[in-house]
Antibody, heavy 120, light 107 residues
């Protein structure tokens, strides 16, 4: 059974940093693209970025709205996806989801989401 | 960025109704269009990919279509479990962009 479990969320002050994790199981992690998507409360989702699979060199793409502040990485030995978030702002407050895809787009498997609140 | 204009934002409907939600792309996205369903407190669920392909496990009353730059999600006969928010997503060009959403609710 495919499972994606995010962790690492919480309350952080503006300007602070946070690293989210997404533990994957039930599939060959290196075969799949992995994405991060966030959703502010009551609003539409926003695609943050993707890290490609082994066959595509684990390269990354980012939404310009977070490029330079957010970094996506993966540990292919422990099957964990990461989202390092720096210089956080109030507008980064959202539920953050990881998702698996057979292509660059998020597909049929998403994690349950983790809440990040940026506030003083 | 490619803009996805989704309509309507809210759609009151009755059980058994045929309903259609539409997204219009600001640029050519081919068939790189997905539809997601999201229920309160839950993660989005993939319903349609490639504009017209039903994702695994999705009931056959759901269908996707394309007419030029307009993409539609249709539910042929609304059931209570279909009440949710629906979002389109284009994945033709980074940054991938979602529509603003449609809240499907009981009339």
């Amino acid at each position: 059974e495919v499972k994606l479990l995010e962790s690492g969320g919480g309350l952080v002050q503006p300007g602070g940093s946070l690293r989210l994790s997404c533990a994957a199981s039930g599939f060959t992690f290196t075969d799949f693209y992995m994405s991060w998507i966030r959703q502010p409360p009551g609003k539409a989702p926003e695609w943050l970025g993707v890290i490609r699979n082994k066959a595509n060199g684990y390269t990354t793409e980012y939404n310009p709205s977070v490029k330079g502040r957010f970094t996506i990485s993966r540990d292919n030995t422990q099957n964990i996806l990461y989202l390092q978030m720096n210089t956080l702002r109030a507008e980064d407050t959202a539920i953050y989801y990881c998702a698996r895809g057979a292509t660059v787009a998020p597909g049929g498997y998403w994690g349950q989401g983790v809440m990040v609140t940026v506030s003083s | 960025d490619i803009q996805m204009t989704q309509s309507p934002s809210s759609l009151p409907a009755s059980l058994g109704d045929r309903v259609t939600i539409t997204c219009r792309a600001s640029q050519d996205i081919g068939n790189y269009l997905r539809w997601f369903q999201q229920k309160p407190g839950k993660s989005p669920r993939l319903m349609i990919y490639g504009a017209t392909n039903l994702a695994a496990g999705v009931p056959s009353r759901f269908s996707g279509s394309r007419s030029g730059s307009d993409y539609s999600l249709t539910i042929s006969s609304l059931e209570s479990e279909d009440m949710a928010d629906y979002y389109c997503l284009q994945s033709k060009e980074s940054p991938f962009t979602f529509g603003s959403g449609t809240k499907l609710e009981i009339k």
